[in-house]
């Protein structure tokens, strides 16, 4: 059984830090491409970063770039999201995905929800002005 625990969410000020873990079980970790999502109340669920299964590649979303940062420890199953700079307008549920690595695979396709098979509860992140 396939499963993925975020953790790491919680209650930070403005300009403060967070960084986010994704445990995962149930599958082949460095077989996969891996995700972190976010939701905010009546909004759509949006790609927030990802990252081939090497690490050799990173995606990010233009409002992320230059203050988060997506890396992987394909030793310990485990996904990361260092998240410096925060914004009220950060604030969100993050969820991690993880869907099976392919070549060729576009930014749109490596940001897109709909792109990912297998995903977490959730951990929330509250940022406060």
């Known amino acids: 059984q396939v499963q993925l625990v975020e953790s790491g969410g919680g209650l930070v000020q403005a300009g403060g830090s967070l960084r986010l873990s994704c445990s995962v079980t149930g599958l082949t970790f460095d077989d996969y491409m891996m995700g972190w999502f976010r939701q905010a109340p009546g909004k759509e669920r949006e790609g927030v970063a990802s990252i081939t299964w090497s690490g050799g590649t990173t995606y990010y979303a233009d409002s992320v770039k230059g203050r988060f940062t997506i890396s992987r420890e394909n030793a310990k199953n485990t996904l990361y999201l260092q998240m410096d700079g925060l914004k009220p307008e950060d604030t969100a549920m993050y969820y991690c995905?993880?869907?099976?690595?392919?070549?060729?695979?576009?930014?749109?396709?490596?940001?897109?929800?709909?792109?990912?098979?297998?995903w977490g509860q959730g951990t929330q992140v509250t940022v406060s002005s």
């Open positions: 995905a993880a869907v099976l690595w392919t070549p060729f695979m576009t930014t749109a396709e490596a940001l897109g929800a709909s792109s990912y098979n297998y």
